[in-house]
């Protein structure tokens, strides 16, 4: 496939908005994974930001347009056939995953995070089969199923889950949640809680 189709395929467009919505969450110059990133529209928003990214897909002709990009490391690796390919002590500031969901990656992406690190995750959801593509189960947000994932472990800071008709009629659910800190439990010692500004 020519650089031209993946990026067709992948996009090279603008990033999505619900991600622009919540950059301003991700530490200043903080290193980001961009999870089957495609062509790197997300890597390169980030990068205009003074972010790294590491764009990982499976995709190498996708990922060619990403070759040479200042601040941008782009990691060919099959997510869902192979070993995760990050070592277990690589930390991210962000984590961002669009328009993909494989189940079974879950904890190494909340893994990945490091302290204060921002999970910006958005996909489609169950509704979706009655709009178009995908439609298959395996690739559909049950209700709620975003907050299930990160309960426990984040702190969810926004939560959508239901119908978009622009740019495409879709059905989507979409969070943004941080790794907060440990925090002392002393009262005495505890610093009042983060303050996640809501607006960019």
Known sequence: MSISAAA???????????VRDWAHLVAK???VLDVASGAG??????TSLGH????IDRDAAALDALRGEPLVTPLQADLE?????LPADAKFAAVVVTNYLHRPLFPQLLDALAPGGVLVYETFAQGNESVGKPSNPAFLLAPGELLDRVRGRLRVVAFQDGFLAQPRPAY???ICAILEAERS????QAAPP???ELAG
């Open 41 to 46: 529209r997300h890597a390169r928003f980030f």
């Open 8 to 18: 067709a395929v992948h996009g090279l467009g603008e990033p999505s908005p619900w």
């Open 185 to 188: 439990v002393d009262p005495a």
């Open 194 to 196: 983060p303050c996640y």
């Open 52 to 55: 790294p990214v590491t764009a």
């Open 29 to 31: 110059g903080g290193a």
């Open 172 to 174: 989507v659910q979409r």
């Open 81 to 85: 056939g192979a070993a995760w390919p």
